[in-house]
């Protein structure tokens, strides 16, 4: 890909309130036996996966602008789909110290089973959207650097 | 087929007044009247008797470029009826096919455009190596197109997948149906908006022997004009008459890999581009399988190092070559680059052209291994410095360079034969269509000395009332848009154009909606 600095913001933005959200939704019944609260209820998981999204989101602008300065050592001033799929090792970490230490919300101790499933399968099937189906969604989408508006 | 249509984007009324199109007659032919006039009216043309037809678009040229607009504008809604495109092959393909085999690309040989440049779908999706994944049956592609440059090569696909992906899509957008074959003489301004496109159609017997398009939209897309020579190698085949031994690249040269089987042979290459590339590949393939053949690279400008003092705007570079994985560095089609580029006029827009552009080839690790092993066998040497003189021998046996070192000293090559692969002609007067443009029509250059283009690639100085021209690929290189002469840019081109064209009044700018269902309809190939 070759994003510049607003795409990157912007399809962050829109990848997470979207795919992230609608998959968030779908798997957070599922993930309730991984907590590691044995009660824990489908309540909970959102509690602790939207604080998750909610920090990719915000702590992500950070992030893109750190990725944006490295990029501009690149000749091909391009960002490769590898780094945007292995970017997420970094990201994971720092939203789950962050969550740990109650951002954005108190969620608690961070269930390591079900935090990792749910951060790892939304990462990667935002990474697999933006690889692809966001061309088909938004012709334009990949001459403009990235950027929707 | 000669439908009589209101021209698209003329304000009403204009129908009347251009009134119908015109059945002609067949001989008839350009007058010495029309050729002088840079506009003409209805009733010169009518008086003519060239038979004429409404359409709402042209796109001249018939090649990528023609196909890219093509393809997009029946994706955003165009009927075929809608859409002439005039060009002298068939298969859009065809000179490309030309060229590329001429260059040593053969169908199995992967070209240099990444995985995303689906010349076949305006979306890039999905991507070549998803798909050669999908036919082979295997991850390969899959994995290099995701590691890739970091732990792999960029990916990039064999010429026949592209053949064959815009063969089936040129049937699916009902390409013979929009196609006329033949040559567009001229394009001229028409008296009240719009402009005659001028065509002599090929060869059928008893046709027409020209006719006319009478669109409000035109768009050119004609390639190259020809092929290049460098200066002393022209003059070399203009002195002497001997077009066999000194050969360019992008023609037939094939005389040359033949005669090196049959006895031993020192070629000279010249230039350090992606087609030298592909010809020291080929005649190294050559060797290693048996052929006596010594190679001379001959460098004129020799890179041995990193090129640009930025350490953030740095050009790998080493043994001579410059490196850079495509023609110019990725994020010129969609990224900083293309926005960079945008905002810079004159000078400082060249300036940039060069530093990302400019002679360059692919660091493919395949090509360096052979050379290095070619090198050490004593089948391939280099050699730097400014030509002197290109001679024949008296006894007919070698044509010998003399070529001027920094040193100062002189170095004499004897070959057999010289391969020029620095290029093709990209003077936009040698081609007959863009001289008559440049006398008749208010069109300039660029900083480039090639045709001058809006950002949306709109011809500047051509518009005539609601009309528009339009222009892609190579010739419009200088100008706000580096990658013009890609499958990418000519793509970009495309979408640009026909978002113009719907500000127009001609097709409306595809929207998601319409994007979406497209697209199932490409996967499951049927018509737009
Ligand atoms: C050897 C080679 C390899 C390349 N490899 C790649 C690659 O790997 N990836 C990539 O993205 N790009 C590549 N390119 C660049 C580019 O994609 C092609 O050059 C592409 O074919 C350009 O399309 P075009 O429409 O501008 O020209 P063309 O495809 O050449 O089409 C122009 C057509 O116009 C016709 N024409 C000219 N004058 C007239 C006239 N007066 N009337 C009617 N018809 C006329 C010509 O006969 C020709 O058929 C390569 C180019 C070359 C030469």
Excluded at chain 1, 65 to 74: D, E, G, K, P, T
Excluded at chain 1, 132 to 142: A, C, D, K, N, T
Excluded at chain 2, 153 to 171: K, L
Aim: with cysteine.
């Amino acid at each position: 890909m070759t994003p510049t600095l607003f795409g990157r913001i912007q399809t962050r933005l829109f990848l997470v309130a979207t795919v992230g959200v609608l998959w968030t939704l779908l798997i957070g019944p599922a993930l309730a036996g991984m907590m590691s609260d044995p009660d824990a209820t489908t309540g909970d998981v959102y509690r602790l996966a939207f604080g998750a999204l909610v920090l990719v989101a915000v702590v992500g602008i950070g992030w893109e602008l750190i990725y944006h300065a490295l990029q501009q050592y690149r000749w091909e001033k391009d960002w490769p789909t590898f780094f945007g799929l292995v970017t997420g090792l970094p990201e994971g970490i720092v939203v789950a110290l962050l969550l740990g230490a109650g951002l954005p919300w108190d969620v608690g101790d961070v269930p390591l089973g079900a935090y990792t499933v749910h951060f790892a399968t939304t990462w990667v099937l935002i990474w697999l959207v933006a690889n692809g189906p966001m061309q088909v969604l938004f012709p334009r989408w990949r001459f403009r650097g990235g950027q929707l508006l | 087929m000669s439908e009589t249509r209101r021209i698209a984007g003329a304000p009403i009324g204009a129908a009347q007044e251009a009134g119908p199109a015109n059945q002609g007659t067949e001989g008839a032919d350009l007058t010495q009247a029309l050729i002088d006039r840079d506009t003409w009216t209805d009733a010169e043309v009518a008086a003519s008797g060239i038979p004429m037809e409404d359409v709402d678009l042209v796109s001249v040229g018939g090649g990528l470029g023609s196909f890219a607009l093509a393809d997009t504008l029946r994706i955003a809604g165009l009927g075929t009826g809608q859409i002439r495109v005039l060009g002298d092959n068939s298969s859009p393909t065809a000179t490309y096919e030309y060229l590329a085999a001429n260059s040593q690309i053969p169908e199995h040989e992967r070209l240099r455009s990444d995985a995303g440049s689906v010349m076949d779908n305006i979306w890039g999706f999905p991507s070549y190596a998803l798909r050669e994944a999908w036919t082979d049956k295997s991850l390969k592609a899959v994995w290099q197109v995701v590691t890739e440059p970091i732990l792999a090569e960029y990916y990039t696909p064999r010429a026949g997948q592209v053949y064959a992906s815009v063969r089936r899509e040129a049937a699916r957008i009902g390409w013979e149906d929009m196609l006329r074959l033949g040559f567009v003489r001229m394009i001229r301004k028409r008296e009240g908006g719009g402009y005659f496109v001028v065509h002599t159609p090929q060869g059928g017997s008893g046709g027409a022997k020209r006719h006319i398009y009478r669109t409000n939209f035109a768009h050119i897309a004609v390639g190259y004009p020809g092929v290049a020579f460098l200066p002393d190698l022209q003059e070399y085949r203009e002195r002497t008459g001997d077009y066999s031994r000194v050969v360019n690249a992008y023609e037939p040269h094939d005389h040359v890999y033949a005669e090196t089987r049959t006895r031993p042979c020192t070629i000279v290459v010249r230039g350090s581009g992606i087609v030298a590339s592909r010809v020291l590949q080929r005649l190294l393939d050559d060797y290693e399988s048996g052929a006596q053949i010594r190679v001379i690279h001959l460098f004129r400008n020799y890179v041995d190092g990193p090129q640009g003092d930025d350490p953030k705007f740095k050009r790998p570079g080493r043994n001579g070559f410059a490196y850079q994985a495509f023609n110019f560095p990725k994020s010129a089609w969609g990224g900083q680059l293309r926005y960079a580029l945008e905002e810079l006029e004159g000078d400082a827009r060249s300036e940039l052209l060069d530093k990302m552009g400019g002679t360059n080839t692919a660091p493919r690790k395949s090509w360096s291994d052979q050379l290095e092993r070619a090198r050490k066998a004593g089948a391939y040497d280099q050699a730097v410095g400014k030509v002197v003189s290109v001679e024949a021998m008296d006894d007919g046996s070698a044509i010998r360079t003399r070529v001027a070192t920094s040193a100062g000293d002189e170095h004499v090559i004897d070959a057999q034969f010289i391969i020029d692969a620095t290029g093709l002609l990209a003077r936009i007067e040698e081609h007959r269509l863009m001289a008559d443009l440049l006398d008749h029509s208010g069109v300039g250059k660029n900083p480039k000395g090639r045709l001058d283009v809006e950002r949306h690639f709109e011809v500047r100085g051509a518009a005539s009332g609601p009309g528009r021209l339009y222009a892609s690929g190579s010739m419009t290189l200088g100008g706000y848009y580096a990658g013009v002469d890609s499958f990418l840019g000519l793509q970009y081109a495309a979408q640009r154009i026909a978002d113009n064209l719907a500000e127009q009044g001609l097709g409306k700018k595809l929207g998601t909606g319409r994007s979406v269902q497209q697209w199932v309809r490409w996967a499951r190939n049927k018509t737009p």
